[in-house]
């Protein structure tokens, strides 16, 4: 069991996030060192998040996964968490996903997203998660009601995953992986707020419909 003080790093996948960034990093909690995973931005967030003192790393591979497997490879703690840069979570609640692990109650532990306004998650993204959440449980016989973006787990262990999604599918694939390795998977509320900016994914019904649609891949790839 680790004691509270050991350091965490918490990998953030970055895609023009320049409005999010400086809130979200002088949120970050003692004990927690954020890595952001810049896949491409525009926008300055790169040169924003090292000003704020986080380490970059570039991702020049376009993709979801690919910007959270760059950010897990740059990690040195044993214990990592995984957040969107987007301000949808506030960091000062990332010891709700990383104290079960942490005390070893739980090998993976996500945030169910419990929204703080009805912009924080509209309905099409939520229904897509519902969707997902259930043939998760169904094929996988995960109880999780969530795909919950905030989380936290092992370095090591999610490298031994050997997870090779790069797009959305990545975090459907991380609980298929861990499931079928036995792990002991977990998940609490979570404040979810609406987000700095304009989403690429759950604030669009096409953004929407690719990432249900990468993460119906992942599914299929498991059941045949």
């Known amino acids: 069991m ?31 060192r954020p890595i952001v995973a810049d896949n491409g931005s525009t926008d300055g967030s790169a040169r924003i998040a090292a000003g704020h003192g986080a380490t970059v790393v570039d991702v020049p591979q376009r993709g979801f996964g690919a910007a ?18 987007d301000g949808s979570f506030d960091p000062q609640d990332l010891e709700i996903v990383s104290s079960p692990v942490r005390n070893g109650t739980v090998d993976l532990m996500l945030g169910r997203r419990a929204p703080q306004a009805l912009s924080a998650w ?39 995953l050997d ?3 790069r797009r959305f599918g990545y975090p459907l694939e991380m609980v298929m992986r861990a499931a079928a390795a036995g792990w002991r998977i977990g998940e609490a509320p979570v404040p979810y707020y609406p987000r700095t900016g304009k989403s690429k994914v759950t604030g669009t019904v096409g953004g929407t419909v690719k990432a249900v649609r990468d993460m119906r891949r992942v599914l299929a790839a498991y059941a045949a």
């Not at 959270?68 to 840069?85: E, F, I, N, P, Q």
């Not at 997902?132 to 009601?145: D, I, N, P, Q, Y």
């Open 122 to 160: 509209p309905a099409h993204a939520r229904l897509g998660n519902i969707v997902l959440s259930a043939e998760l449980r169904r094929r996988a016989g995960v109880r999780l009601h969530d795909l919950g973006p905030m989380r936290a787990a092992r370095r090591q262990d999610l490298l031994a």
């Open 163 to 165: 997870l090779t999604d």
């Open 68 to 85: 959270c497997h760059a950010g897990l490879l740059a990690a040195t703690s044993d214990l990592v968490c995984v957040m969107d840069a």
């Open 2 to 32: 680790e004691t509270a003080t050991q350091p965490i790093d918490v990998v953030l996948p970055c895609l023009n996030e320049a409005g999010a960034l400086p809130w979200l990093l002088t949120r970050m909690p003692a004990g927690y």
